[in-house]
């Protein structure tokens, strides 16, 4: 994982991360370099510090910071997925927690929108689990497919999960249990529920949504 904030706090350096200092660089609108300092058209990065946090031991699939911005959620194919108490000004130390349990790759991970302490991973090992990212304890649903799309609802009452065999599950996350489930004849690639919750929208691979 890499953090990137504002500006240097070379004193706030952890034994897990390593600083890079990156002054005046800047891509312009064509993807190319400009000079530090010059007023090329694009997105400047200046004076920016980035930090490298270590802890998965393979690939990274998914990373999400929790409703209130105080934690930050990774997923990885080494099974695990890690929360990190990050503080973005670099006045406290790093400190994480291994979410263990899942027997395959964690693909994707999505924050409870209403609550701040509850993250959902979506595994390829057929299941979604709800952590406490206090404790590490978690609540399991079993699916029937490898779980690669996962996303709340905005009321916090659902969960959608979308799997490789292009079949999407809707959960309720009160009783624990699926309540809905759709088959589709064609690639289903990424879900979402609009802010209200009254519509639903996927992509494709048919180009549309």
């Not at 027997?103 to 302490?117: E, R």
């Not at 996303?151 to 309720?172: M, P, Q």
Request: aromatic share 6%; charged share 25%.
């Amino acid at each position: 994982l890499v953090q990137i904030s504002p500006s240097p706090q070379p004193h706030a350096a952890a034994a897990v991360c390593r600083e890079r200092i990156m002054e005046g660089r800047e891509d312009d609108k064509k993807g190319g370099a400009a000079a530090p300092g010059s007023s090329a058209p694009g997105t400047r990065f200046k004076n920016l510090v980035s930090r490298e946090y270590y802890s998965h031991k393979k690939k990274v699939h998914s990373v999400a910071w929790n409703c209130i911005g105080t934690k930050l959620a990774s997923g990885s194919i080494d099974h695990t997925a890690r929360v990190w108490s990050i503080d973005p000004h670099g006045h406290s130390k790093v400190k994480d927690i291994e979410l263990k349990g899942h027997s395959d790759s964690v693909d994707q991970l999505c924050w409870d929108p209403k609550h701040p302490d509850t993250v959902a991973t979506a595994a390829a090992d057929k299941s979604i689990r709800l952590w406490d990212a206090r404790s590490g304890k978690c609540q399991v649903v079993e699916l029937s497919g490898e779980n690669i799309n996962i996303t709340y609802k905005h009321d916090g009452t659902h969960i959608a999960v979308g799997n490789k065999e292009d079949e999407l599950t809707i959960v309720d996350v009160r009783k624990l249990k699926p309540v809905h489930k759709q088959k589709f004849p064609y690639e289903i690639n990424e879900i979402a529920w609009n802010k209200t919750g009254d519509l639903f929208f996927i992509t494709t691979g048919l180009g549309i949504c």
